[in-house]
């Protein structure tokens, strides 16, 4: 059963008492309990396609998002996110739940799953192969992550790569796709079908929106691609699409550096890196034109 | 003893087999409270051990995996870690004593399988502290607090220095010259311990007697005031009771060792609560004997209130009415154990104004 | 005469890893949990020095064997900057004196 299926009162119903929601997403079962309106809201608009689980699955992370205090919701409203009773961050403003569930539910992923090689980077895939875009806030990863998407790829992960450390495959775990500042515009520009949720702004990030990832991509989340490209994207003003090769050695150290995990899996991890950049094209990129990029990436997989 | 509140993980110490007709709902808050107490790692030491670890199902199985992974690296970098220590207390003539997880790694204690910490803490001879102070500087390590109360506190009334931080690695290391600071009434004569410590390696590096590791780790966990981990700190103190339970004359030994080091209170409540919670096998008569350390029933019943609760695991579903209002009292006791009264209110204020000044600037 | 130095190349249970592509190697040192990027001729030497336990001399002439040094100055140069760099790296440990 999807979550669409749910009424709105049911859905709110279910995520205020303390059984919570409980969603699959990609491999992960999360639990999340919230009373908070913005959260309903953020569940309606883009996970809808998402499968809910049967009472008696075992949960990976039941999260809760609520106010952290009864002061502090009269005083200044804040949202504070729980993983089981355990607290890792600050509190941040009301009107920004929705973003908190996005960003604790990364920080989950990221820390408690070493069953995989975690990079920080977006995955797609066209035709068998996947393409990873690693890289750092500003980088363009996700604009580009969102387009490839918006043109029919398959969504794997906008913010997480999941390599599995037993066959180096990537797995994917789609969720919404987050979109800072003016990417929220050039996303709406570049394809009517773009459903972004809730705008919020002065975010830590700045201005945030999350875009509904495909339902195809969603109901093909079981399904593990093999890396083929890592690309270390940047966007450049005006500059022009170049697509350099980097060596592999440069690749293997950057990509390294880009990981949440390299360093827990110690050895492991330096083995499973080593190999992806083995079976892995490894270039960087610079672009300003999105479609230019796009077209270059899917000449690659044709 | 009837126990206040039930957890899977306590059924699941005391037998790991018990969790083979565990259904997924069950596994579900297992890992939850296992989680909470910091113990993921152990257990799945436990379930390798006993060769349950395969036919866990596939969900919880990969939670323990990955926490297990995790604890392969703390290990590497925790043997790192010493080595760098030693590296930098080469010149010392005194011997290095390393204390709680760092000596049962370096013992190769049953208590140092699956235990992850964050600091490293060892002991010295109190009038070697200055030249361990300057070595370590040397080595890179930087005291981590320049506020001048905090530097009297405690070099004061602690049994031990600031912390030290290595300023590349960021690791946090404690250099005691005692195990409970001087202000306490039960505080040992520190050479009675120095008197029996055991060598490690081909290095300058000891750990205490076996003896003195339980009593350390039993005055540690009852006078601690945040008993967060208090579930995997009595795990802790059951494998070491059991470990060394082998060698012959190990609990006459243990109770003369408390007389001598005036831990007679701590051992009993180590042997009681770790006998009670995780039906470690402490001799009846050795249980009887510990239990006229401390006087009077009501007391003793007041502390089973407290202690029965307070070190379950840190987990909602763990807790019952009462374990709040009990985590506070142990709380406010373990400052009053720590410092005389004089001491202690204006410390604790001291503490509780700069925790309003602190949220302010938020 | 210089006192004979034993290199222990630090590998905790020899796992120091290695991975090479072309003129570039990958060195992976677990005890550490760094990783650094270095030559292939460099990434070669180590790996040779990492099975075994070399004494000074030994460790010397494999090293004049790879390069071709114009003079022992140079040699002398040469392995010194090597040795700092292992040093720097914390892949070399000293048991200093060890035959004095």
Known sequence: ?302 | MRMPVAAFLRDVFINPHCVEDYHLQQWDLLIRQARSANVLVRLAEMFKESALFDAIPDKPRMHLESAWIHAQRFKLSLIWEIKCIEKALLPIDEPIIFLKGAAYHLADNHAGKGRLFSDIDILVPEKAIPEVERALIKGGWMTNTFDPYDQRYYREWMHEIPPMRHLKRQTTLDVHHNILPKTCKFCPDSKKLLANIVQTGENNTWVLAPEDRILHSATHLFHEGELEQGFRDLSDLDLLLKEFATHPDFWSTLLLRADELKQRIPLYYALRYTHAILDTPVPQSVLDQSEKYLTGRVRRAFMDFLFLRALMPNHASCNDRWTGFARWLIYIRSHALKMPIRLLIPHLLRKSFRRFSSKDTH | MAPNFFFQFVSYDSQIRFRYWFDECAVYNPLTGDTHLVDDAFGNMLQKFCDNRWSQAECKDFFAEQFNFESPAELEDGFKLFLSNCRYLNVLEFEENVLN
């Not at chain 1, 995520?15 to 969603?23: A, C, E, S």
């Not at chain 1, 995955?123 to 875009?133: L, M, P, T």
């Not at chain 1, 690749?251 to 080593?274: H, I, K, P, T």
């Open chain 1, 1 to 302: 059963m999807k979550l669409s299926s749910l009424s709105t009162h049911t859905l709110k119903q279910s995520l205020g008492n303390h059984l919570g929601i409980k969603l699959k997403i990609g491999g992960f079962h999360i639990c999340l309990t919230s009373s908070i309106d913005n959260v309903t809201q953020h569940l309606i608009n883009l996970y809808g396609d998402f499968e809910l689980l049967h009472d008696d699955d075992f949960i990976d992370f039941h999260v809760e998002l609520n106010a952290p205090s009864l002061a502090r919701r009269l005083f200044r409203p804040q949202v504070s996110f729980s993983f089981d009773g355990h607290v890792p961050f600050k509190p941040l403003p009301y009107d920004q739940a929705a973003a908190m569930f996005e960003w604790g539910l990364n920080w989950c992923i990221a820390n408690h799953s070493n069953q995989y090689l975690i990079i920080h980077a977006a995955v797609v895939e066209r035709n068998g192969q996947a393409f990873i875009f690693p890289g750092t806030p500003g980088s363009g990863k996700s604009t580009l992550c969102a387009a490839l998407v918006l043109s029919g790829w398959r969504l794997l992960s906008d913010e997480m790569t999941l390599i599995s450390t037993v066959d180096g495959m990537v797995h994917p775990v789609p969720r919404p796709i987050s979109l800072k500042n003016q990417s929220i515009d050039v996303i709406h520009h570049f394809s009517d079908q773009a459903f972004i949720g809730q705008v919020v702004k002065d975010t830590a990030k700045g201005t945030v929106g999350h875009l509904r990832p495909p339902n195809a991509s969603i109901e093909q989340s079981a399904m593990p691609a093999k890396p083929t490209k890592l690309i270390f994207p940047k966007y450049k003003e005006a500059s022009e699409t170049q697509l350099l090769e980097l060596s592999k050695g440069k690749s293997m150290m950057r990509a390294a550096e880009d990981c949440f995990n390299y360093n827990v899996l110690g050895s492991q991890g330096f083995d499973v890196l080593g190999n992806l950049i083995d079976q892995c094209d490894c270039y960087t990129f610079e672009y300003s034109q999105l479609t230019e990029a796009i077209q270059l990436f899917t000449q690659l997989t044709d």
